[in-house]
């Protein structure tokens, strides 16, 4: 079965940077786009930004732009998320996602890793 987990994650300080991994198995994952979406206590699943199967066209997010960057290694079947200058709002669970096209939106992918918690302290 398909399974896309998640690494990287953890309590750091304000300013620093964090890379999140994304293994996936069970598919074929040259073949599929990959998000990466976030959700805070209290909040709603949010987009944070997407890859297509060649990694040639990428989706931000406003909220992360210039400070996150999405990158792929279909040789690994990895897909990363680089945080740079973490700040405190930047706690959530991130997870990554598979689908067969990019999309910004939730139901645009198949299947879901189970997260991976990222705190950010002040």
């Known amino acids: 079965q398909v399974q896309l987990v998640e690494s990287g994650g953890g309590l750091v300080q304000a300013g620093v940077s964090l890379r999140l991994s994304c293994l996936a198995s069970?598919?074929?994952?040259?073949?599929?786009?990959m998000g990466w979406f976030r959700q805070a206590p209290g909040q709603e699943r949010e987009f944070v930004t997407a890859?297509?199967?060649?990694?040639?066209?990428?989706y931000y997010a406003d909220s992360v732009k210039g400070q996150f960057t999405i990158s792929r290694d279909n040789a690994k079947n990895t897909v990363y998320l680089q945080m740079n200058s973490l700040k405190p709002e930047d706690t959530a669970v991130y997870y990554c996602?598979?689908?067969?096209?990019?999309?910004?939106?939730?139901?645009?992918?198949?299947?879901w890793g189970k997260g991976n918690q990222v705190t950010v302290s002040s």
């Open positions: 069970g598919l074929t994952f040259s073949s599929y786009a």
């Open positions: 890859i297509t199967w060649s990694g040639g066209n990428t």
């Open positions: 996602a598979a689908g067969r096209v990019i999309s910004k939106m939730r139901s645009g992918y198949n299947y």
